[in-house]
Every structure is written in structure tokens, then in C-alpha cells.
């Protein structure tokens, strides 16, 4: 009889432990991890590291002695820390809004060496949008898909004339002025191997205060490639000198990506050798 007895608890401890387990993984007895308005990365501010894909191109954003790189090259960290502020503000608003068709995942890295992935994308409606975490969707307070414009991501205009007269360009026979506004998508310490024979272009902006800027085209196919040079005239003013002192590693040594438009219209301007 006591084995009867024993059997019978055993019995009802196994089938117990699997109706539990069963239970378990069913969704819908799951507790949610993710509730209405949770952050959707509380830590953001903790993120030493950020990589995504979008429209074909990478972009590795890495954080270093307090600043940003882009891809290697010395990012806006004014306009990264907007984008992590709103990673860390934008909460959740429910479960479950339609799948998008736009979508780019994030590869979150913190400080403390844990890694990450977010899934976001832009909702219907202005200003909301979509992530995707752990197989879920949920719809936000903010649309966290990143700028797709990569010259977003880096300091802007290439060339430091803002608030600077231009004096004389040798070697240029377009617009001045809008050599000011000239923008640059991302920055490389050589040419592409490929890019090795490309043509080769150059001119020199001379400003009031003093300031050198020697200038490199070159045209490789539809790419366009910039190097940048700052030296002083014989007299420029101390402001202008200590300018160049502190900014020139800014430039020397890289080549600067331009879009086909800007760079097309430079190659045409500038006048023949």
C-alpha cells in the first residue's frame, strides 16, 4: 500500500513540474518583458559603440577618450549624443504594430563590454515609430531609424570658411560661394586601391585673416575624393594662425568622400592647368 502511496505522489510531483514548464512557454502565460512606457534603451548613455547598415552603406559609429569617431574619422559628437539621447528617452506605447517594410538593426555595444541588437524602423504615423526586440514588436514614442544622410554624422562644411571673406582662389573658376557650403559624406586615410589612377585636381583658397586652404580634386569613375591643406599666408592675424595651429590634423592625411553632384560641379569649375 505505501508504495501505491508513493508511487501516486511521484506521479503527481512529474505531472505537476511538466504542467508548470508547459505553462511556461506558452506567450500568453509569459510575463512581458517589455510593458508600456519601459525605455526602450535606458543605457544608451553607457554605449561606447554603434554600427548599422542602411540604403547599402555601413556606418561604425565608436566613442573614444570622451569623442566620437565615424567610421574611423572624427564624427559631429553633438549630433551622436542627440541620436543616443532620443535611444534613451523613447518609450513604449503598446505591443504589436504592423510589421514595416523599412527596417535597420542596431549593434548596441556598452562601456561595460555587453552587446546588443535593435531592431527599428519608422511607424505610420509622423514622429512614432518601430522597434523589434527578442522577436517582439512595439510601437514608440520616437522614430528611432538613424539619418540616413551619412554627412549627418560629421562635422559640416568641409572647408573652414564660415565667417571667413575669401580673398583670392588660384585655380577655380566657379562659384565662391559655394565652396563654403561644401558638405562631405565621410572621410578615408587612403585612396581606394582602384582609385589609385584617378584624376587629379587642384586649387587654392586664400582668405582675408591669413588662411591657406590647398585644395585636392580628385575623380575616380562617379567617385569624388578631397584632401585639405591648412598653411598661413606671410601675415595672418593670430587668430588665424592659432586656428591653423589647432584644426590642421583635422585634414591632413585623409581624403574626403563628396557626393557626385559636388564633386562633378567642382572638377567642372575649376580652371584649366
Known amino acids: 500500500m505505501k508504495k501505491v502511496i508513493v ?7 512529474l505531472t505537476t513540474a511538466v504542467f508548470f514548464l508547459v505553462v511556461e512557454k506558452m506567450p500568453y502565460f509569459k510575463a512581458e518583458k517589455y510593458l508600456a512606457g519601459d525605455a526602450v534603451c535606458a543605457d544608451a ?27 574611423g574619422y572624427y564624427a559631429a559628437n553633438a549630433r551622436v549624443e542627440e541620436y543616443l539621447g532620443d535611444l534613451q528617452t523613447a518609450v513604449i506605447i503598446n505591443k504589436e504594430p504592423p510589421q514595416p517594410k523599412q527596417k535597420v538593426v542596431l549593434n548596441l555595444k556598452f562601456a561595460s563590454g555587453r552587446t546588443g541588437t535593435i ?26 531609424l538613424p539619418p ?17 571673406e575669401i580673398e583670392q582662389i588660384i585655380g577655380f573658376s566657379g562659384d565662391w560661394e559655394a565652396l563654403a557650403g561644401l558638405r562631405y559624406e565621410g572621410a578615408l586615410p587612403a585612396l581606394p586601391e582602384e582609385a589609385a589612377v584617378a584624376e587629379h585636381r ?42 591653423v595651429n589647432k584644426n590642421g590634423f583635422r585634414y591632413d592625411g585623409w581624403f574626403f568622400v563628396l557626393t557626385g553632384r559636388d564633386g562633378n560641379r567642382l572638377f567642372e569649375d575649376r580652371a584649366p592647368d
Request: positive net charge; charged residues 25%.
Open 45 to 71: 548613455p553607457l554605449l561606447t559603440g554603434l554600427s548599422f547598415r542602411q540604403n547599402g552603406k555601413k556606418m561604425v559609429l565608436r566613442k573614444t577618450e570622451g569623442s566620437w569617431l565615424a567610421n
Open 119 to 144: 531592431t527599428v524602423a519608422p511607424a505610420e504615423k509622423e514622429n512614432l515609430g518601430i522597434v523589434m526586440m527578442e522577436g517582439k514588436s512595439y510601437l514608440v514614442s520616437k522614430n528611432l
Open 202 to 243: 587642384n586649387f587654392v583658397i586664400i582668405t582675408a585673416d591669413g588662411i591657406k586652404i590647398l585644395c585636392g580634386l580628385y575623380k575616380y569613375q562617379d567617385r569624388f575624393f578631397m584632401t585639405v591643406g591648412l598653411k598661413t599666408t606671410i601675415m595672418p592675424t593670430a587668430e588665424a594662425e592659432d586656428f
Open 7 to 13: 508511487g501516486l505522489i511521484l506521479l503527481l510531483l
Open 148 to 164: 540616413a544622410d551619412f554627412a549627418e554624422y560629421y562635422r559640416q562644411p568641409l572647408l573652414p570658411l564660415k565667417d571667413r
